[in-house]
Structures are given as structure tokens and as C-alpha cells.
T-cell receptor
Framework: ETGVTQSPTHLIKTRGQQVTLRCSSQ?????VSWYQQALGQGPQFIFQ???????GRGNFPPRFSGLQFPNYSSELNVNALELDDSALYLC??????????FGPGTRLTVL | GNSVTQMEGPVTLSEEAFLTINCTYT??????LFWYVQYPGEGLQLLLK?????DKGSNKGFEATYRKETTSFHLEKGSVQVSDSAVYFC?????????FGSGTRLLVRP
């Protein structure tokens, strides 16, 4: 059984650019959640996708958007990057409301 | 709204010492409670969970009991090892999302 994978591992962007992060969910899972973890903080919920539809959203601006594909993999897109967007972005997959399994994260640095 | 408060770290202990990391929560209803661990450079791993009041979650020598009366879910281990050095996050299940505390860094010295 393959766990949750994320790509890329690390990414460096400049302010104003756009970025796309990718997540492959664990086999059999139909729900993907994205979290932002700033340095020294706990993860903050961005949004969740269930069967290709957004199922809930945290307190993040519209420039944070996402997609879920028919195979339940997912993308997180961030437009007009700001310095404060520098963080570890974590993806978690689950079977609806069951336990969430986290990937290793993508470390985004905005210069 | 729902929230989680953890004791601030870092917590520094000698090997074989007793560990307690405090966690209290504010929530509507009775959410499931979790402890996650994050090793350097890695994502989150579920350490243990409890789904209702008075439940005790346990794993790898770690334990935590869901206390409704004190709204707490303190993490304990009787004898820590150097390999337990990591950041520990308390979290609650709020409908479709997890709400995390700010994390407590544990450093265990040989």
C-alpha cells in the first residue's frame, strides 16, 4: 500500500509568482485535505476536497485554490505569492471522515 | 470556535525521565482528540487518538486520556528515549478538519 506522496519536496519562488503543489492520496482514499504549517507553528487547515468537490475551507484568501482529480490526487495552487506564504504545505488523505494520513510536505520559500 | 492549547516548549529531559505534555481544548460537543508527532524534516505521524470521554489512547509507550471534565488530553510516557526527540502536536477533529495546537518540542538527552 502506497502512502501519501507530495511533490516537489522543496520549492523557491519570488513574490508575485504562482505555484502548484501536488499530492497523491493513499490508495482507496477519496478525501484530501491541505494544511499550511508556518515555521514553529501548528498546521492550519486550508481546504478539503471530497470526490472532486471542495468540502470545506479555512481562513485563507481566494488566491489559494485547489483541485481534486478523478483518481483523487490533488493540487494546491497559490497565486500572487507573498513572503508570508513561506511554509511547509502538508497534504492529508482519508476515507471521508476517517483518520487523516499525512504526506511528508512541500517546503515553499518565497523570496 | 474550537481550539487547542498546548504547553510551550522546548521540554528538555534526560533519557528514562517521565514525560508530560499538557493539552487542553475548547470545543462544541465531544470531538475526537489526537496526538501527532513530527520528526525533523518530516510530515506528521499519528501517535494516538481517543474518540470519546474517558477513552485512553496509547502507542509506543505513550498514553493520553480524554478528560471531559477538565477538557484535557495530556500526553505521558513513563521513560523517554533519545529517539523520542521531536515536536508533538495535540489536535481535535472539528467536523471535516483537524485543529492543531502550536506544538511542543521535546529534546531528550542521553
Amino acid at each position: 500500500e502506497t502512502g501519501v506522496t507530495q511533490s516537489p519536496t522543496h520549492l523557491i519562488k519570488t513574490r508575485g509568482q504562482q505555484v502548484t503543489l501536488r499530492c497523491s492520496s493513499q490508495s482507496g482514499h477519496n478525501t484530501v485535505s491541505w494544511y499550511q504549517q508556518a515555521l514553529g507553528q501548528g498546521p492550519q487547515f486550508i481546504f478539503q476536497y471530497y470526490r472532486e468537490e471542495e468540502n470545506g475551507r479555512g481562513n485563507f484568501p481566494p488566491r489559494f485554490s485547489g483541485l481534486q482529480f478523478p483518481n483523487y490526487s490533488s493540487e494546491l495552487n497559490v497565486n500572487a505569492l507573498e513572503l508570508d506564504d513561506s511554509a511547509l504545505y502538508l497534504c492529508a488523505s482519508s476515507l471521508k471522515k476517517d483518520e487523516q494520513f499525512f504526506g511528508p510536505g512541500t517546503r515553499l520559500t518565497v523570496l | 470556535g474550537n481550539s487547542v492549547t498546548q504547553m510551550e516548549g522546548p521540554v528538555t529531559l534526560s533519557e528514562e525521565a517521565f514525560l508530560t505534555i499538557n493539552c487542553t481544548y475548547t470545543a462544541t460537543g465531544y470531538p475526537s482528540l489526537f496526538w501527532y508527532v513530527q520528526y525533523p524534516g518530516e510530515g506528521l505521524q499519528l501517535l494516538l487518538k481517543a474518540t470519546k470521554a474517558d477513552d485512553k489512547g496509547s502507542n509506543k509507550g505513550f498514553e493520553a486520556t480524554y478528560r471531559k471534565e477538565t477538557t484535557s488530553f495530556h500526553l505521558e510516557k513513563g521513560s523517554v528515549q533519545v529517539s523520542d526527540s521531536a515536536v508533538y502536536f495535540c489536535a481535535l477533529d472539528s467536523s471535516y478538519k483537524l485543529i492543531f495546537g502550536s506544538g511542543t518540542r521535546l529534546l531528550v538527552r542521553p
